[in-house]
T-cell receptor
Framework: AQSVTQLGSHVSVSEGALVLLRCNYS??????LFWYVQYPNQGLQLLLK??????LVKGINGFEAEFKKSETSFHLTKPSAHMSDAAEYFC????????????FGKGTTLSVSS | GAVVSQHPSWVICKSGTSVKIECRSL??????MFWYRQFPKQSLMLMAT?????????EQGVEKDKFLINHASLTLSTLTVTSAHPEDSSFYIC????????????FGPGTRLTVL
């Protein structure tokens, strides 16, 4: 069975500061990993995905994540936070088989202060 | 990018009535669609996996007679909440899996259901 753990339900940073959102996964097969962002009352938007190619994945809005198999982690980072980054962030995992659903972490709320 | 729409975006209904939510893939064909439920300040919980032309597969604890799912075409799946009660009030989100992708799913904007 697969699972995702997001450490820290709420992260607060100052504008311009480094953003680090943590995600650890558990999977018995090679995983596909995703980060999604959700703004209030909206659906999910894909930030980036890992699909067994490069371990450092660059996404939209300046975000990137690094797949570390030895640590079973896929942490999301951004060098400099912007006010518009304030949102809910979800890490998700699926296995490498076609048609399987995504398993989501509980989410991390990112707050950005000026 | 691939676009998924949901209709309605917000619905309020009386207890005991049924509500149908549509999920459409607008510019691609989706053999598989997923329905999720999200309570306030919580994560998405998978309710069911819907495959075109076959019966949906429901997750444990989800009543299939309560949440009727139909996936009649490659671009449309519907979720009907039957005999809705206040505890069914939630944010329902669908996603569509694009064919020949790395399990990438595209999410609809969600439907907020409020049952009075």
């Amino acid at each position: 069975a697969q699972s995702v753990t997001q450490l820290g339900s709420h992260v607060s940073v100052s504008e311009g500061a480094l953003v680090l959102l943590r995600c650890n996964y558990s999977s018995s097969v090679p995983p596909y990993l995703f980060w999604y962002v959700q703004y209030p009352n909206q659906g999910l938007q894909l930030l980036l995905k890992y699909t067994s190619a490069a371990t450092l994945v660059k996404g939209i809005n300046g975000f990137e994540a690094e797949f570390k198999k030895s640590e079973t982690s896929f942490h999301l980072t951004k060098p400099s936070a912007h006010m518009s980054d304030a949102a809910e962030y979800f890490c998700a995992v699926s296995d490498s088989q076609a048609g399987t659903a995504l398993i989501f972490g509980k989410g991390t709320t990112l707050s950005v202060s000026s | 990018g691939a676009v998924v729409s949901q209709h309605p975006s917000w619905v309020i209904c009386k207890s005991g009535t049924s509500v149908k939510i549509e999920c459409r893939s607008l510019d691609f064909q989706a053999t598989t669609m997923f329905w999720y439920r999200q309570f306030p300040k919580q994560s998405l919980m998978l309710m069911a996996t819907s495959n075109e032309g076959s019966k949906a597969t429901y997750e444990q604890g989800v009543e299939k007679d309560k949440f009727l799912i139909n996936h009649a075409s490659l671009t449309l799946s519907t979720l009907t909440v039957t005999s809705a009660h206040p505890e069914d009030s939630s944010f329902y989100i669908c996603s569509a899996r694009i064919i020949s992708s790395y399990n990438e799913q595209f999410f609809g904007p969600g439907t907020r259901l409020t049952v009075l």
